[in-house]
């Protein structure tokens, strides 16, 4: 177990390393040559008006919600479906759990779709 | 000693391997596309044009850095390191044959899924960081596309994990000896592609950076090299999705006559032809139907896939109470 946290440290230290050297070869290589017009914000040829920094539409919001809520519930299915197969016996009552779980998954899907919330307006 | 030079050396491997199909897929692509759609792409430099890789690189490195002025500067530049650390760290849990894989973890698909959310943090930093409106809306659709499609990612992926009985990829391509997992497991492969393509950012997924609507998303506002992380991470995103569908579904290494590791590398480049493929066939959709394809399609279909997959393995054990 240690071994392999050693060898996954060593292949994300070289994969920031290259990062780095790119970053620096790159940094000498390049010219730099700022100009009045270079500096905005491209909107198209047309002079930006104000900051994008701006409320944005509640949708994504409510998308968000809804990942959480899913992917959390499929956290809870991942250690169900590592045992299933490999334990000795109970798989029957394991199986009922497991319709009982995704039936209330199921449920939660179907009201957030009655309430709309699936809907792009 | 021996044992250690092995590893080192499989470590450079990894690391090197998907940067060398990443950066050949740059003219890969262009020339199955150009294949696909009846022209001849880019053939200038060098023997079919395979040197153009070189060119663009050397370009890429002598142009010109751009940060904004009105950009949250720290942001803006780990955004693009973010996304190719992330998406190359997923290499590490890969077993590419029996014996060759950096760390086969036994939590190694958990390992995959989690790598792949910290992909959405580099886009929605990059859109945010970039105080520009096309990069913000870009990356706005982008966690909304991403976050959506994860969700049921992880579950296609469960009917898999029941069947193998675990997370560790090089376990669960042992479990496909005689029966790739793509024949039990249909429903799952589908949808793991779907979700694939989808996190991606391919077409027909692509609205993130639809280029008629939004210049070019949430990387508008980057050049030279930090533009190139963004480019390569997605390619090598892409080598990385292949390289699990080889694993999960296509039997990774197991194949007849040529040594695994050829095998592995044959289905994953045949996997990643076959994304291109996609990208000239298919039309980009809009975002009511991206969202609604997810939510109301394959989240439905995965679930069903997974209790199907319970009742099946349930009536393989026989039923025991």
């Known amino acids: 177990m240690t071994n392999q946290t050693i060898s996954i440290a060593i292949f994300f230290v070289l994969?920031?390393?290259?990062?780095?050297?790119?970053?620096?070869?790159?940094?000498?290589?390049?010219?730099?040559?700022?100009?009045?017009?270079?500096?905005?914000?491209y909107e198209c040829g047309i002079e930006p008006s104000g900051s994008a920094w701006y409320q944005v539409h509640v949708r994504y919001y409510i998308y968000a919600l809804l990942f959480v809520l899913f992917d959390v519930e499929v956290a809870f299915l991942y250690p169900w479906a590592v045992i299933f197969r490999r334990i000795d016996g109970g798989q029957m009552l394991l199986f009922s759990e497991l319709a009982i779980f995704v039936l209330i998954l199921v449920f939660g899907l179907v009201y957030a779709w009655r309430k709309g919330a699936l809907e792009w307006e | 000693m021996l044992e250690l030079l092995r590893q080192a050396l499989i470590i450079i491997g990894v690391l090197a391997v998907p940067f060398l199909i990443a950066s050949g897929l740059t003219w890969g692509e262009r020339r199955l596309l150009a294949l696909f759609q009846d022209r001849y792409g880019p053939n200038r430099v060098g023997p079919g044009g395979v040197l153009q890789v070189a060119a663009d690189m050397f370009k890429i490195l002598m142009k010109e850095d751009w940060t904004p002025p009105f950009a949250d500067r720290p942001v803006f530049v780990l955004a693009p390191a973010i996304i190719i650390i992330a998406t190359l760290s997923s290499f590490a849990v890969l077993t590419f044959a029996p014996g060759i894989a950096v760390a086969d973890l036994n939590i190694g698909l958990l390992f995959f899924l989690a790598m792949s959310s910290m992909a959405v943090y580099s886009v929605v930093l990059a859109g945010w960081a970039s105080n520009n409106k096309y990069a913000l809306l870009g990356s706005l659709r982008a966690v909304g596309q991403?976050?959506?499609y994860e969700v049921f990612m992880g579950l296609s992926l469960m009917g898999v994990v029941i069947q193998a009985g675990s997370f560790s990829l090089g376990t669960i391509t042992r479990a496909q000896q005689h029966l790739w997992f793509c024949v039990p497991q249909v429903v799952g492969f589908v949808v793991f592609t779907i979700a694939g393509l989808a996190e991606t950012r391919r077409i027909p997924f692509d609205l993130p950076e639809a280029e008629s609507e939004l210049v070019a998303g949430y990387h508008t506002e980057y050049s030279g090299l930090k533009f190139a992380m963004f480019?390569?991470?997605?390619?090598?995103?892409?080598?990385?999705?292949?390289?699990?569908?080889?694993?999960?579904?296509?039997?990774?290494?197991?194949?007849?006559?040529?040594?695994?590791?050829?095998?592995f590398l044959l289905k994953t480049l045949v996997v990643i032809a076959f994304f291109i493929l996609v990208r000239a066939a298919l039309p980009r959709l809009r975002f009511d139907q991206l969202m609604e394809?997810?939510?109301?399609l394959m989240l439905p279909l995965s679930l069903l896939n997974l209790l199907v997959t319970g009742a099946v393995v349930l009536w393989q054990e026989g039923l025991r109470f």
């Open chain 2, 146 to 148: 991403m976050l959506s």
């Open chain 2, 231 to 263: 480019f390569l991470g997605e390619y090598v995103g892409i080598t990385l999705i292949a390289a699990l569908v080889t694993a999960l579904f296509l039997g990774g290494w197991w194949g007849p006559v040529l040594p695994p590791l050829v095998w």
């Open chain 1, 15 to 41: 994969g920031v390393g290259f990062w780095m050297i790119a970053l620096a070869v790159s940094y000498l290589a390049r010219p730099s040559k700022p100009t009045k017009f270079k500096e905005t914000s």
């Open chain 2, 293 to 296: 394809f997810g939510w109301k």
